[in-house]
């Protein structure tokens, strides 16, 4: 999912994206870029799904651009089930010192797009 669905949306996409000079952004993780979180097939897929948005960048430009976000992470609710002191560890280990959080997340397409 993490993979082939970016790549059948993009396809889709692709003809109006092309007329718009538009982007598409895909939503992955620090565990893509780094093998962290919770699982190895989770930080796999993850980089792949990053690997994926580069070729896909290659093939689309220069009408089309193409970016991934990939937070760290995330106060849904099941980043709030990790203890506090969990989420502090995670916070200091971020560059920016915070915790990506749902609110955020749109404004991190709008700084990429």
Avoid: C
Wanted: hydrophobic share 40%; net charge positive; charged share 20%.
């Amino acid at each position: 999912m993490n993979v082939k669905s970016h790549l059948w949306l993009m396809h889709a996409a692709r003809p109006h994206l092309g007329q718009t000079e538009g982007v598409f952004i895909t939503t992955a993780s620090l565990a893509g870029v780094k093998v962290s979180g919770s699982s190895l097939a989770y930080s796999v897929t993850k980089a792949a799904q990053i690997h994926l948005a580069k070729g896909l960048a290659q093939i689309a430009a220069p009408r089309i651009r193409v970016n991934t976000v990939s937070p760290g992470l995330m106060l849904t609710d099941w980043g709030l089930q990790f203890p506090p002191e969990k989420q502090e560890e995670a916070r200091e280990r971020s560059k920016l010192k915070r915790l990506a959080t749902v609110e955020r997340m749109p404004q991190s397409r709008y700084s990429v797009s």
